[in-house]
């Protein structure tokens, strides 16, 4: 008999995309499916954690015996993992979070006329760098999507963002689709995982980070 790598560990995950209000009817969004986060938290529960999916609006099923919660922008994203944070052992940020919100938001339907319409964009809190800033942290996991020199850039992401383990894939090859090639960066290097459904990355990307887990983080 073999215990479950995440047997009693509590699991907040963040996944999907958000979407930052203009007016009424319209936002800004992008094209994050949820795939990936939702595979990571249905990979987090096979492993036996108790897991908390934070969700921006995506078509994704729940996962068995997640407990969701759905939000849509940023900032309700971060006001519910700051709700649920406490008691948390891993938390992984998968959602592709808005850079900026709109400003100059409109209760009503803005109506054209033939003026240059501007929007003020602010930019959004980082959810995942203010959890792993916090005296204390979970052990906190990120992802990070380039379009190019992407161990480069995921590197930078990971020190800046003071992560014990990054995920770095490329855009073109994982949004909106149901196949993910990544590379995990941690203390002790790279290690690339072999491209496959994302369940199947999800899996690795879970039996990964109990291993670090297990080095470096429970109580
Ligand atoms: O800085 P960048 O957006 O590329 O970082 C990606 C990682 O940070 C992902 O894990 C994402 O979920 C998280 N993130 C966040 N809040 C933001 C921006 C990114 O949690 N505002």
């Given at each position: 008999f073999q215990p479950k790598l995440l047997a009693g560990r509590r699991v907040l995950l963040t996944a999907g995309p958000t979407f930052e209000r203009i007016d009424a009817v319209r936002g800004i969004t992008n094209s994050s499916s949820g795939k990936m986060g939702f595979a990571v938290a249905r990979a987090a529960w096979e492993a036996g954690a108790d897991v908390t999916l934070i969700a921006g609006e995506t078509a994704q099923p729940t996962p068995p015996d997640c407990r969701r919660i759905d939000v849509r922008s940023a900032q309700d994203m971060l006001a519910a993992v700051e709700r649920e944070l406490?008691?948390?052992d891993i938390f992984i940020a998968v959602a592709a979070v808005a850079d900026y919100y709109v400003l100059?938001?409109?209760e009503h339907k803005i109506k054209k006329d033939a003026h240059i319409l501007t929007l003020e964009l602010a930019p959004n809190p980082d959810i995942l760098a203010s959890v792993a800033c916090r005296?204390?942290?979970?052990f906190c996991v990120g992802f990070a999507a380039e379009s190019e020199n992407l161990l480069e850039y995921a590197d930078a992401k990971r020190r800046r963002k003071q992560l014990p383990l990054l995920v770095a894939n490329l855009v073109q090859q994982a949004m909106g689709a149901d196949d993910n090639e990544v590379i995990l960066l941690d203390d002790a290097g790279e290690h690339r995982l072999p491209r496959g459904p994302k369940l199947a990355v999800a899996r690795q990307l879970v039996a990964h980070l109990a291993g670090l887990y297990a080095q470096c983080g429970p109580a």
């Open positions: 406490d008691g948390t100059n938001q409109s005296d204390n942290p979970p």
